[in-house]
Each structure stands twice: as structure tokens, then as C-alpha cells.
């Protein structure tokens, strides 16, 4: 969606709760959308929400932002930054409320009614979308502005906001024919559904997946809180007595790395690795559609693919600069991955087994080898690691890097299951809402995502109006006899989306379009990844990390197994990550002309790279949500590495100053968190660190080069 129409945040959307139904709806009360809510801190009124608001308010603020369009175009002053620019960027507030609302909500309590309304909803902010992107009489006036930027005078914001909203017009065919104009809108409101269709098949294919088990023995292995989630879930589906197993992560993955039955692991391997790709919720011709439908696109708008129309708007600025990185660290990790196999399949053979590992032995054999290594039970690290201590972990790091305080507050909730903090600064002054929604549902998507409610902007008078930022995980909730532990991906996962969320709440941009998460693609994942560094540092891990039970402080022992274990498995972790990232590249190479076997395309990319038989794509096509279920990671899956890049790279700054030095946490917080993307990214980035970086802090982060190597050949990564 264009920065100029919707500043939501780009991470993804959130959701949520239990709203009234439409009889409940009284012909004299106020759609809640229509106008300021006029809560503290403006916050949504959820209670008040009704699903009859949506479309409504979605309409009435179309039609108000067609208006405010209207106005900018038919001013008959000359085109300025104020009148045509920040006057777009403020143009849609029903729509920003609206939006941000039902997109967030779409995410994660998806339920019939939502999936009705969302049927009319999207398409219709698509063709609204096309129609300002297209319209001619606004484009000459942001034209203007671009074409004289050099004389105006514009300070590093302003001009990058001229820049950029002249190459987003272009990019959404403003410069095309009228009949051209036409083909590109339908091709976006296909797009549009197909994206809708592809996201509720994988929904309802991870929930029609399930593996119900009636003897406890096959459940050797597994943690009992695992076990205990488990027959809950049976119970509450008439099962007593008996164990039920979902696709979803907190269930999946401890089948997966401790389950000792390997029928067990194989049904829930291939359950993953197949779903949405046969069937009634079958991804493939939805897939086949958007491959077709985006080579269209890009060669309507002057690229040769997709993946070059999608990169040339980022940091990589072409395909080329995003696959050489790709593969600087790829050979590196499949060479580590024939040293682990090797490990594993010692171990297994040491057992008595004759079988050779699979990819649904990986995970298991990998935990067998980090124990028989490091001596480390992840079952006893996670009781380490409560929830609402990890909680308190992210706060007390947010606190000493950059000053700012979290104080839980009664607030309208959209479920039962948030949180909301306000946080404020030294003196006490407020800097943002935050929400936390850490347990999974059925209901919603997988993953773990940030977003915002609200963002945040500076205007020229009145007051900074400040962000509601939202964390939303997919942790295994407490049950009635265990709390809920989480593993140390998990808590790393925590972490990651607070990283994302202090991005959106310490955001100082002056303007909506670039404030906090509105960076180019490849630079948004910074903040978000260089914070999962402080999770297992031990001077912070001290003041968090408490037994659940015993109250005993994490002891120096366990954390020196932790670190001894961290680049444990990163063979397998960086190839499938990488795998997946080069494989989305692919789809985007393509022209949109092929018949394409989307299994024997993955299969054809994976022999290309010779990746490891053991080892999967992290995501397979059918549940690459990323890429195929809107636009936003699309042949830009390859950004989690390159913002790695720029993460392990800039932590060694912190761990060369001291983790909370008060100088580097500041050059951070006031040239990445504050600025958002109101300057390049590469400039602000060596703003902060002093120097472009290069992948070898990441391959020595991952622990799969050695040091020195002076046969490895490591260029800077090029950004624009």
C-alpha cells in the first residue's frame, strides 16, 4: 500500500477481538471511525466497534480522502512541500483509522464475519489506491516539485520525500497511457483478491491440520508443558484423555526437536511442508496466478521482472546486489551443514539406528548434539525464561539504552489477552502506547509481527502527536498447571519485535510517510535484529532471567553453555533462511510467461544451489506468506540477511564500547530509531557506525567462518 495513502506500519497487521454483530447496531449512535476518538491517548474503542462500522467508514473515508485530493489538485497556488506533500500525507484520517483497525483485527481473530467484510474492504482500498497513484492532475503537481528540487531549498527530509513520492507515483504507472492505467488497475485488484485468497487458504489449511495421539508413550521426550498444552487442546475438543498436535509453532516445533518417536516427527514434518498445496485450500493455481499477474505488472511499468521492479526501489537497488550477498553467505552455510549431518548421523549410528537423517530428524539430532556438546537441556533453560520476566528483560534494555520507562495502564483492549504500557521518557513526558498480544490463537495467522495503530508525525504547530505500537506473537499460552516458558528462539523472537516496536515508538520523523517503520525494505529489520543481541548478554540476562519456580538467578554455568552453544545448528538455520530468500528471488525472475510445476520449480532452484537433501526451504511456496500473500516481502525475502549484515556489524561496535554504552546507544537511537526514513539508509547507517559494513560480521556472528580466513573474499554490501 502507498506511504501516501495508508501509514500503517509495514511489518504487518494486527488484530483482534470479540466485536458486537450488526443487529446490535442502533440507528442514532456514531460510526467510531468517522470521527477523532477522543480517548486518552487515542486509543480505538474497541467495546464500540461493531463489524456494520467497517465498510461504512471504509467508504465514507474514500470519499473524504477524494475530496482533500481534490483540494490539493484544484489549489491554484503553485505547487509547495506543504500544499501538495504534507497535505497528501494528511489526507485520509477516517482511512488511517479505519484501516489501520480492520487490517490489524483481519490478522489475528479471523472469523466469518471478518472474511465477508474483508471480501468488499480490500478490493475497494485497491481501486482507491490505483485511482490517486493514477491521478494525472496530482502527479503534475508532485512532478513540479521533483522536477525543481534542486533549487527549492529543501532540507534532507523534504527532499527524499520528493523523491520518493515522485518514484512511488511512477512505480504505481503514473506515467503511463490511459489504457494502460486501466490494465494495471485490473491487474492490482486481481492481485488484491488473490492475496486475500492465499492467506485464508493457508489460515484454514494450518487449522484443518492436526495429529491426535491416544497412547502417552509416543509422547516420550517431550516437555510436560508441551504435553500438558497438548491434552488441553484435546480436551477442549471433546478428546479427554488424549493429546492433540497442531501446525502451530508452539506446538510443531517441540514435536519436532523432542519428540523421541520418529513416525511422530515425520507425520508433523510432512503435515508442515504440505500444507495449503493440495486439496480444497490448494495454493498452487492461486500462486500460478500472482507469478502471471506480477510479470504483467512489471513489464507494464518498464522492467524486464518483478524482482527488478521490487529491488529497484530499495537499498540493493538490483537483483544482482541482493543474490551476490545471498550467496556470500550460502557457501559458507551448506558447507557447515555437511559437518552437523555428519554429527548427527554419528550420534544416531552410536544409537543403533540404521536409518539415514531426514529433514524430520534435523531438529531432534541437532538438540541430541547440543546436549551431548554443550551439555544444554533446552527444557531446563526455558524455565529460565517466564514470560513476564523476558517482558521485564526487553524493558530494563529499552531503559538503559535509551531512557524510556514501560507502566501498565487500564485502556481499551482489542482481546483480552493484551497488554497496554504507556511509555515515557526521563522526565517523565509520554512517548507512546504500547500493546503486547504474545499467545497463540487459532484465529490468528502464524508468526510474529509489529504494527502500529496509530503512527507518529511532527506538525508545524501543536504538539508531536505520538505512535500506538502493538507486538504480536504466537507464544504457547499458560495452562491450568504450567506457565507459559518460552524457548531461546522464542525469547530472541521477543526481542526481534520490541526491536521493530522502538523503531515505531522512538520515532522523531516530522513526517507520517517516514516516521518510525517506514524505511526502505531492506533497512526496516535493523532496529529489530541488532536487539535480539542483547537477549543473552549476561549483564542484562541477570535482571531477567529468574527460575519460575526457585526464583534463583540464571547461573553463570547455564550462560556460559548458551554462548558456548549459540552458533550451535546455524549450518541448517542460515541454508534454510537463505534458501528460502534465493528462492523468492527466483519467483520474481520470472517473466510471468512460464508454465510453471511450483514443486519441480523448487526443486530445480534447490538442485541449482545444491542445497543439502536434509535441509527445507524455511518457508515452501504454498505457505510463503511473505511473498504470496501481499507484495511487501516479495523478491525481498533476501532483507533479513542484509539487515543482518548491518546488525552484527553494528552490535560489534556496542560490544567493542560496552553493550549500554550511553554514547553508542545514543548515536543509535537519534540516527536508526529516531529518524526513520527521513534520510538514505546507508547514510544514516554509517551516520551511526562510521563505515559501510561488510557480511563478515554476520558469518562470524553464525560461527561459520574462522578468524582470521584469508582465503574468504567479503565485498561491502551496496546500497544506493
Known sequence: MNRFLLTIAASAAICGSAFTTANAMDDTRQNPFLAPYGTKFDIAPYDKITYADYLPALKAGIEE?????????????????????????????????????????????????????????YPLVSAHQDEISMNPALFKRVKALYDNREKAGYNKAQMRAVEQSYKSFVRNGALLSDAQKNELKTINGKLSDLYLKFNKNLLNATNAFDITVDDKAQLSGLPANVVASAAETAAKRGLEGKWVFTLHAPSRLPVLQYADNRDLREKMYKGYTTQASSGEYNNYPVIAEIVTLRGQKAKLLGFNTFADYMTDAVMAKTVDNAENLLMQIWQP????????????????????????????DYYYYAEKVRKAKYDLDEDVVSQYFHIDNVRKGIFEMARRLYGVNFTEIEAPKYDPEVTVYE??????????????????????????????????????????????????CNFAAPTADTPSLLSIDNVETMFHEFGHGLHGMLSRAKYKSQSGTNVDRDFVELPSQIHEHWALEPELLKTYAFHYKTGEVIPDELIAKLQAASTHNQGFTTTELAGAALLDLQWGKLTGSENIDIEAFEQEVAKKLNMPKEVQYRYRSPYFKHVFGSDGYAAGYYTYLWAEVLDTDGFELFKEKGIFDPATAKAFKENILEMGGSEDPMELYVKFRGKKPTPEALLRNRGLINEPDKDLHINNIEGK
Open 65 to 121: 480522502q477524494k475530496k482533500n485530493v481534490e483540494a490539493i489538485v484544484n489549489n491554484p497556488e503553485a505547487p509547495t512541500f506543504k500544499n501538495t506533500i504534507e497535505a497528501l500525507d494528511h489526507s485520509g484520517p477516517i482511512l488511517d483509522r479505519v484501516c489501520a483497525v480492520f487490517m490489524n483485527l483481519d490478522e489475528s481473530n479471523s472469523n466469518a464475519e471478518m472474511d465477508a467484510i474483508g471480501a468488499e474492504f
Open 423 to 472: 511509555v515515557t521518557d526521563e522526565k517523565g513526558e509520554h512517548v507512546a502506547v504500547f500493546m503486547t498480544d504474545y499467545f497463540t490463537r487459532s484465529s490468528k495467522r502464524q508468526g510474529a509481527w509489529m504494527t502500529e495503530f496509530k503512527g507518529s508525525f511532527v506538525p508545524d504547530e501543536g504538539e508531536a502527536v505520538r505512535p500506538i505500537v502493538v507486538n504480536v
Open 333 to 360: 552455510a551448506i558447507a557447515r551443514v555437511k559437518e552437523e549431518v555428519a554429527e548427527m548421523q554419528q550420534l544416531s549410528n552410536k544409537e543403533g539406528n540404521t536409518f539415514t537423517i531426514q529433514p524430520w
